[in-house]
């Protein structure tokens, strides 16, 4: 399938979504710590999920996944 739409394209914003759906199962394979708040922005031209995490000693932590899907070389 050709992609027609990248800002955001729905394959973007799919894996977006999937990510936030997910977040019990990648909570699994943080060590020593934990997904306290996930924030999906799927609007934006290039999507992204923002994690917030505690560790052990219960300090803060933010990871951000920003998603592109690079153009289709047909």
Excluded: C, W
Excluded at 16 to 25: R, S, T
Excluded at 39 to 50: C, H, M, Q, T, Y
Aim: proline letters at 8%; zero cysteines; glycine letters at 2%.
């Amino acid at each position: 399938m050709k992609t027609s739409s990248y800002n955001p394209s729905p394959l973007e914003v799919d894996l977006a979504n999937a990510l936030v759906i997910l977040q019990k199962e990648i909570q699994k394979h943080l060590q020593d710590n934990k997904i306290t708040h996930v924030e999906p922005n799927i609007n934006r031209d290039n999507p992204l999920v923002k994690f917030s995490l505690v560790d052990k000693d219960g300090d803060p932590h933010e990871i951000v996944v920003r998603i592109v899907q690079i153009p289709d070389k047909f």
